[in-house]
Each structure stands twice: as structure tokens, then as C-alpha cells.
């Protein structure tokens, strides 16, 4: 079974902190991701990578950056914590040659900036 | 500009009975399309997916019917239980590409 596991389940933070959001998978899978999900809004991607030291900007980057040193791991930094970034963040993984590129996801980091 | 649409934000239907949901797309370049499912402070899950060659696709209770002449597809489940209430988000990727793209989602409530 894929796993992907995040860091934290549940984070509080304050206005300003820089916080690190971490995710490993354990399948060996090229492609990661983070999205944030918040009410009707749905899933909306930050980041992605292909590949280790490799980065592609998704749908919203701004006040993130990510990090991808080993195959295995992605964290996503914000660099300044604001209260417009109190969300579920959600990372996911998949294999290149997946035919529906179908996702594995995390259980997500519910995290809230005071 | 929104490729895939899931425009019922909720849905509320009696258990036993079908759930049906709906999702528009508008890329003709999509050729795959999968459904996920998600509970409150969970991950989404792969429950289901189709590929444009096929009209429609089935997994026990769960059903996808796709239409590329309309650019919609649909999830159908039967019959319909406490556990399917849930968050559903179509989402849907070209041949080659290595990302998703995901609806809003919609909300299932299966009342008893």
C-alpha cells in the first residue's frame, strides 16, 4: 500500500513565523505535491515537483516555497505566516508512468495562523 | 478559468436510494478522469476513474458514466449509504501530463 504521511496533523502558528510543512512517500514515486483545500474553494495546487531539486509553480505560489532534497520527501515552507494561510494542506504523490495519473494523498495539516 | 466544474456544492439523499453526481470539464485535451472521496480531516482517496475511450466504468456500488460529446461525467451510487457521506472531487488529466486538475467538489449528505 502507498503511504504518505505528513508531519503534523494539526499546527497553530502566529503571524510572521516561518513554518515547515513535511511529507514523505514510501513508493518511490517521482511526482509530489502540495495543495491547500478550503470550503468551495476545493483543492488548489501550490507546488509541484517531477524530480529531486526540481519545482514547478501551481495554481496559487505566492508566500510559498518548497523543498525537495530527497526523492522521497517535499516540505512546504511559508515564509511569513499570514492569517490568509490558515487552511488544510495536503500533499500528494504519483508515479510518472501512472496511466491516470492517479494521486496518493496524505491525511493533511490542518494548520491555523493566529 | 474553471476546466472542471462540479456545480452542486451539496447533495442530500436518502440511504438506500442513488447518489448521483455531476462534473463538467471543458479541456478536450482531458483524457482520464477520476473521482475522489473525502472525509473531514482526512486525505482524499481514489475511489474510481474512467478513461475517453470508455462510455462508462463500474466498481460495485460505484458507476462512472462519461460523456465526451457534453464534456460531463457522472458518478452514480447504489444504493446509497451512511458511509458515502463524504466530500467527492472529480478531477481529470491529459495523456502525458503529471498533474490533476480538480473540481470544487460537492458535499453528500446520505440521510437515514
Known amino acids: ?114 | 478559468d474553471q476546466q472542471v466544474k462540479q456545480n452542486s456544492p451539496s447533495l442530500s439523499v436518502q440511504e438506500g436510494r442513488i447518489s448521483i453526481l455531476n462534473c463538467d470539464y471543458t479541456n478536450s485535451m482531458f483524457d482520464y478522469f477520476l473521482w475522489y472521496k473525502k472525509y473531514p480531516a482526512e486525505g482524499p482517496t481514489f475511489l474510481i476513474s474512467i478513461s475517453s475511450i470508455k462510455d462508462k466504468n463500474e466498481d460495485g456500488r460505484f458507476t462512472v458514466f462519461l460523456n465526451k460529446s457534453a464534456k460531463h461525467l457522472s458518478l452514480h451510487i447504489v444504493p446509497s449509504q451512511p458511509g458515502d457521506s463524504a466530500v467527492y472531487f472529480c478531477a481529470a488529466s491529459e495523456r502525458g501530463a503529471d498533474g490533476l486538475t480538480f473540481g470544487k467538489g460537492t458535499h453528500l449528505i446520505i440521510q437515514p
Open chain 1, 1 to 114: 500500500d502507498v503511504k504518505v504521511t505528513q508531519s503534523s496533523r494539526y499546527l497553530v502558528k502566529r503571524t510572521g513565523e516561518k513554518v515547515f510543512l513535511e511529507c514523505v512517500q514510501d513508493m518511490d514515486h517521482e511526482n509530489m505535491f502540495w495543495y491547500r483545500q478550503d470550503p468551495g474553494l476545493g483543492l488548489r495546487l501550490i507546488y509541484f515537483s517531477y524530480d529531486v531539486k526540481m519545482k514547478e509553480k501551481g495554481d496559487i505560489p505566492e508566500g510559498y516555497s518548497v523543498s525537495r532534497e530527497k526523492k522521497e520527501r517535499f516540505s512546504l515552507i511559508l515564509e511569513s505566516a499570514s492569517t490568509n494561510q490558515t487552511s488544510m494542506y495536503l500533499c500528494a504523490s504519483s508515479f510518472v508512468r501512472s496511466t491516470f495519473n492517479e494521486q496518493f494523498f496524505g491525511p493533511g495539516t490542518r494548520l491555523t495562523v493566529l
